[in-house]
């Protein structure tokens, strides 16, 4: 039994133009999608600044729509000020998501300060019974 050469994936990278079965979506030279008179926009301004990696660059346009601010955004711009492929990054950046969540959530602060608080009440009672 032969093997065609159409049954191998991939066979045929190496045809000739003609052969290639995306030769009519081809140009030669590729020509950019889209309008021939787009150019990049002009770097947006905002008052604050963005937080991002210093090893990142600015898209032209960017969200600053809910700006970082509290508790949390104090870890976010802690946490971006550490190398990408540090977990104290990752760890910074879970852990502002969460006080972001108990800083903008009444029910869910209160439901974390009963949950410190029977903890709280817990351990309190656990040392009284060690001293009786």
């Known amino acids: ?14 045809r000739r133009l003609e052969d290639r079965p995306g030769v009519p ?8 999608v ?3 008179t787009w150019q990049v926009p002009e770097q947006q301004r905002s008052e604050r600044a963005p937080l991002v990696a210093a090893t990142r660059t600015l898209t032209p346009v960017y969200s600053t729509a809910l700006p970082p601010r509290g508790l949390s955004g104090a870890l976010r711009r802690a946490a971006y000020r550490i190398p990408d492929y540090r ?3 990752w ?24 949950g410190i608080g029977a903890v709280a009440l817990v351990v309190l009672a656990l040392r009284a019974l060690r001293r009786a």
């Open 1 to 14: 039994m032969q093997i065609e050469r159409t049954d191998v994936m991939g066979w045929g990278v190496d």
């Open 87 to 89: 977990a104290r990054r």
């Open 34 to 36: 889209g309008s021939p």
């Open 91 to 114: 760890l910074l950046l879970l852990l502002a998501d969460r006080v972001d969540v108990i800083e903008h959530n009444p029910r869910a602060t209160a439901k974390f300060l009963s």
């Open 25 to 32: 979506m081809e140009q030669s030279p590729p020509r950019p």
